[in-house]
Nanobody
């Protein structure tokens, strides 16, 4: 069992930056690939970025390439999402998720994740 708690969301102006954190419980964090998903109002939840167990492989959705970066610190049981050059269309609830499935392309579906956090709201004003 893995429990995930996100933090770092808030209100930011367009062009600004935020760093989200996701703290995981348990001693097996390093055995899970991790992902960040987001759900904007009226839209489906979708993957933003993912990272392999050792942090050697990463995936970024096309909409955030060059602006967002995922990283992890297995010693701290934490995964991060650095978000730069934020746009109003980045406004969403951001969720952290963990999966025991292998990291192939990293483009995990919602069904491919085993554990979810409760989310943190990011609002980008124009």
């Amino acid at each position: 069992q893995v429990q995930l708690v996100e933090s770092g969301g808030g209100l930011v102006q367009a062009g600004g930056s935020l760093r989200l954190s996701c703290a995981a419980s348990g001693r097996t964090f390093s055995s899970y690939a991790m992902g960040w998903f987001r759900q904007a109002p009226g839209k489906e939840r979708a993957i933003v970025a993912s990272i392999s167990t050792a942090g050697l492989r990463r995936y970024n959705a096309e909409s955030v390439k060059g602006r967002f970066a995922i990283s992890r610190d297995n010693a701290k049981n934490t995964v991060y999402l650095q978000m730069n050059s934020l746009k109003p269309e980045d406004t969403a609830v951001y969720y952290c998720a963990a999966t025991s499935r292998a990291f192939y392309s990293g483009a995990y579906s919602l069904d491919g994740m085993d554990y979810w956090g409760k989310g943190t709201l990011v609002t980008v004003s124009s």
